[in-house]
């Protein structure tokens, strides 16, 4: 059965960082591309970050660029989002997706894949 398992969330104060991950199970992430989503209280679904198969492309939403990096551990079968200097606008569940996609150098519009999401709370 595929499954991808966000964690990494949690409570922290404006100004700090929080690593989230997204790990797969029932199948490698060897050929599919991964995005990064968040939805707050009352808005909609945003694409935050995504990163192509085998890495050789990433995107970001305008609103979290120089603050967020993704980056993938095929070995591990993990990707991950850092997120750094956060702010409380990034308070949001955060989920990762991922579609099969065999082009290596962009990132798809839609993802067949999807996690159960992760609570990341900025407040003082």
């Known amino acids: 059965q595929l499954q991808l398992v966000e964690s990494g969330g949690g409570l922290v104060q404006p100004g700090g960082s929080l690593r989230l991950s997204c790990a797969a199970s029932?199948?490698?992430?060897?050929?599919?591309?991964i995005g990064w989503f968040r939805q707050a209280p009352g808005k909609e679904r945003e694409g935050v970050s995504c990163?192509?198969?085998?890495?050789?492309?990433?995107n970001y939403a305008d609103s979290v660029k120089g603050r967020f990096s993704i980056s993938r551990d095929n070995a591990k079968n993990v990707v991950y989002l850092q997120m750094n200097s956060l702010k409380p606008e990034d308070t949001a569940v955060y989920y990762c997706?991922?579609?099969?996609?065999?082009?290596?150098?962009?990132?798809?519009?839609?993802?067949?894949?999807w996690g159960q999401g992760t609570q990341v709370t900025v407040s003082s």
């Open positions: 997706a991922a579609k099969y996609y065999r082009d290596y150098l962009s990132c798809p519009y839609e993802y067949d894949y």
């Open positions: 029932g199948f490698s992430l060897d050929y599919y591309a």
């Open positions: 990163i192509s198969t085998r890495g050789g492309s990433t």
